[in-house]
C-alpha cells in the first residue's frame, strides 16, 4: 500500500469527528495528558513524524518537543497515552497501519495495541488510550500534513513591496539680486567723536 507518512514531517492527526490530538493545556512537562480538541492551528496540536525505522515513527509535540508515550510502559487495554521525553522506547514507537479512505491505524510497537479515544468519547477534552484492535471508527486517524503559510521560495517570488517615495528636498531662501538701477542702502556708520587736544601749559616767564 502506498506510504502515507514522510519522515520528518508535521501532521495533524485528526479523528472521525474531525478533532485532533493535542496536548492538554498547552503543556510542556513529562507527563501531560493527551486529548481531543477542535482544531485551532496551534502547536500544541501538531505532530512531527519521524521515522525511526520503516513503518514505525516516533510523534514528537511541536510545542513540547517531548512523544507521544504510552504511560508507564503499559500493554493492557485502557493503558493511558500521554506525552514523555524521548527516550527510545517501544512504548514511544508507532506503527502506521494505512486502512481505506486516507485512514491509518496507530499501533503501539510495545503491545500491538492501537490507538484509540477512551469510551467513545465525543467532543472536546476526550482522553486517548490503546486498546485492541476491534476496527472501530474511534480507533481511524487521518494525518494531515501541515504546510508552511510560505515557503523561502514562495518569498523569493513574491514581489518586493513599493518604496515609499521620498518627500521633496526644501529648497534653501536665495537672497534676491538688488534691483537695476537702485543701490542698496547701507546704514550710515557712526563717526568716532575726536578727542579735543590737551591744553599745553604755558612756559615759565623769563627776563
Do not use: C
Not at 514522510?6 to 472521525?16: A, D
Not at 485532533?20 to 481531543?36: D, K, P
Not at 476496527?135 to 515557503?151: R, Y
Not at 523569493?156 to 518604496?163: D, Q, T, W
Amino acid at each position: 500500500m502506498k506510504e502515507t507518512v514522510s519522515s520528518n514531517t508535521v501532521y495533524t492527526i485528526s479523528s472521525k469527528d474531525g478533532r485532533v490530538l493535542e496536548v492538554a493545556g498547552f503543556a510542556r512537562h513529562a507527563g501531560a495528558a493527551v486529548q481531543l480538541w477542535e482544531s485551532a492551528g496551534s502547536a500544541s496540536q501538531q505532530w512531527v513524524a519521524s521515522e525511526v525505522k520503516p513503518g514505525v515513527y516516533k510523534l514528537e509535540n511541536r510545542l513540547s518537543g517531548k512523544v507521544l508515550d504510552v504511560a508507564q510502559a503499559g500493554t493492557a487495554n485502557g493503558s493511558p497515552v500521554h506525552q514523555w521525553d524521548y527516550v527510545g522506547k517501544d512504548n514511544q514507537l508507532w506503527a502506521v497501519q494505512p486502512v481505506k479512505g486516507g485512514w491509518v491505524k496507530l499501533k503501539s510497537v510495545l503491545s500491538g495495541k492501537v490507538l484509540d479515544i477512551a469510551g467513545l468519547a465525543a467532543g472536546n477534552g476526550a482522553r486517548v488510550q490503546i486498546w485492541e484492535d476491534v476496527n472501530g471508527d474511534n480507533q481511524l486517524w487521518k494525518l494531515t500534513e501541515v504546510k508552511p503559510e510560505t515557503t523561502p521560495e514562495k518569498q523569493a517570488e513574491a514581489p518586493a513591496a513599493p518604496r515609499r517615495p521620498r518627500p521633496p528636498k526644501r529648497q534653501s531662501r536665495r537672497k534676491r539680486p538688488p534691483l537695476p538701477g537702485r543701490r542698496r542702502l547701507q546704514s550710515p556708520r557712526r563717526k568716532r567723536k575726536s578727542k579735543a587736544p590737551r591744553a599745553q601749559k604755558p612756559a615759565p616767564y623769563t627776563l
